[in-house]
């Protein structure tokens, strides 16, 4: 049969169909977010959250908007690399218009798995927040089927423990069997409500942190609570492979925050004053453990400083890391988040 009109204008209806169906299903990726201020962006509420003071936000987007670095974090360049924009925190879901289009973020800074000195709400918490999302049917069966979901576990819950129990880590080993068993239960519960991929972060080098590493002058991280983190990240890629054992998939990935701390860290020694090994932040109190990043007197003169150029700075503030910190850590990334779309 020769190729008429009528097949021409068939074949190019097909291939539109096909086209704008690809463009359709890629605009559906859902990003639901899980955890603490790694990839929290807002849901501290403005009058206590030090994340929405000065001068949070100097380099994105120009002013606080709740999140603790001072720029992107984690979260961001996730829905970049996935092709959507950076879904909106739970908080303000009903000051937004169409605010359930990339997925939402349910994370607060300062959270853990367990309850933590952070009076917001933990991870089980968060995740019921989705649940009840998913019973009103504010997502459906062909949003959750393009999913991804991210959780961050930063060590919130291990600064508890420290603070509660200065005399007793020989139980240490304990805790973190404790905040595996639910861990794994909170995972295993977002994936029974229909997220089809789920990334994990390992937990990052809690040793280099500048709040435990200004003892030595920046100098030295704290090779005891390196080690810590490296037991950490041991069980929850255990707990991981057996979870993918269980639906005999490969649906739970980790990110290797630990790794990717170093490797980012290595690229700003260069640039970071002598000795400091990349570990002092760009803003801090004038005096430490009295003033932090964004302390202010009673008449609003600044108690901190800041650094001249955040972008040579690995980390924001004692605890964050910069926005270009967490964009060298998402470069060591990236090699893994592409199992989040296949």
Known sequence: MPFSFFHLLCYITIIFAVNEGASKS??????????????????????????????????????????????????????????????????????????????????????????????QPN???????????????????????????????????????????????????????????????????????????????????????????????????????NLGSKFHNQMLNQSLQNLNAKDNSTVFITLDLYDAFFSALNKFTTHAPAGSLGLKPCCEGKEMGKYYCGSVDESGAKLYTICENPNLSFFWDTLHPSQNGWHSIFSSLRSSLHKLTT
């Open 26 to 119: 890629k605009s559906k990726l859902r990003l639901f977010v899980f955890g603490d201020s790694y990839v929290d962006t807002g849901n501290w509420r403005k009058s206590i959250g030090s994340s929405w003071k000065e001068p949070y936000g100097i380099t994105f987007p120009g002013k606080p908007s709740g999140r603790f670095s001072d720029g992107r974090v984690l979260t961001d360049y996730i829905a970049s690399y996935l092709g959507i924009r950076t879904p909106i925190a739970y908080k303000w879901r009903k000051e937004v218009k169409r605010s359930k289009e990339y997925g939402m973020n349910f994370a607060y800074g300062g959270t853990g798995v367990l309850d933590t000195l952070a009076n």
């Open 123 to 225: 991870m089980t918490t968060q995740i019921d927040f989705f649940q009840r999302l998913v019973e009103q049917k504010v997502y459906g069966k062909q949003d959750l089927d393009n999913s991804v979901g991210l959780i961050s576990v930063a060590g919130n819950d291990y600064a508890t423990y420290l603070a509660r129990n200065t005399h007793n880590l020989q139980k240490l080993g304990d805790f973190t069997k404790k905040i595996m068993d639910q861990l794994e239960i909170n995972i295993d519960r977002i994936r029974g409500l229909g997220v089809k991929r789920i990334a994990v972060t390992l937990i990052e080098p809690m040793g280099c942190i500048p709040l435990q590493a200004a003892s030595s002058s920046y100098s030295n991280c704290t090779q005891a609570l």
